[in-house]
């Protein structure tokens, strides 16, 4: 351990060394993406994804399409042609924008909710002897769902666990056939909803059919007492009810 602290301390002096004496910062571009979320289906085969440069200086960008599955609540994306985007690669000066269009190339499922990735991605320019800085590629990564012929609903479940004194181990579960979208979320007793013991801010994806486990800190953990949680989705607030089972 002794060994490892050591190598640990070294390579920290060395990473501030470099730092000190190269000027070493982050740099990143900046860019706007309007709507975040994209919605087709065989009434609407093709979306419009509008990108602005709000840097002060000309950023490239580029645009694929990815199918998007979940394997034990951890996204996998693979490359899709189900799905495609034009332009791909193209060139923003400051304050402009780009009209992104996609196009579907595949009908629905019959029953389910399809999920897919829109990725865009700046491409750095080339490093530059002027500029003594770490380039830092700006990524968003946009939802898009291909909606099935018939009604498309997320179906939520949720089990809660003591994980210690100060954690809850919280497993949401999705048996609909539309992708749930959480935000916001909050744990509180039912009783005294104004209470939180626990939150998250992230937003939580859960495709059709998938678990997902989140660790949360919490000063109070009522076991055995009915638990509120609250969150809010793109159709509206949620409201699950559990209680905190013992180890």
Do not use: C
């Not at 602290?5 to 990143?28: E, F, K, P, Q, S």
């Not at 990815?66 to 193209?90: A, H």
């Amino acid at each position: 351990m002794r060994t490892i602290t050591m190598v640990l301390h070294r390579i920290l002096m060395t990473m501030l060394i470099v730092i000190a004496v190269y000027g070493i910062d982050a740099r990143a571009g900046s860019f706007s993406v309007n709507p975040v979320r994209v919605e087709l289906s065989a009434q609407r085969m093709s979306a419009v994804v509008e990108v602005e440069n709000t840097s002060s200086s000309e950023v490239t960008v580029e645009a694929r399409t990815f199918s998007w599955s979940q394997n034990s609540g951890k996204d996998q994306l693979s490359p899709t042609r189900e799905i495609i985007v034009t332009p791909q690669v193209f060139r923003l000066k400051s304050g402009a924008k780009q009209l992104l269009r996609l196009g579907l190339l595949r009908k629905p499922d019959p029953l389910t909710e399809l999920p897919y990735r829109l990725l865009i991605e700046e491409i750095p320019p080339p490093p530059s002897a002027e500029v003594k800085g770490l380039r830092v590629a700006l990524r968003i990564s946009i939802p898009v769902f291909l909606r099935p012929p018939v009604e498309a609903k997320e179906k939520m479940s949720v089990v809660l666990r003591r994980e210690n004194d100060q954690q809850v181990r919280v497993l949401f579960s999705n048996a609909g056939n539309a992708a749930a979208a959480l935000s916001n979320l909050s744990l509180s007793e039912q009783q005294s909803p104004q209470q939180v013991i626990a939150t998250h801010s992230g937003v939580i994806y859960l495709l059709p059919g998938q678990q997902r486990e989140l660790l949360l800190n919490s000063t109070r953990l009522p076991v055995d007492q009915p638990i509120l949680i609250q969150a809010q989705s793109p159709s509206g607030p949620v409201a699950l009810h559990a209680v905190i089972g013992s180890q």
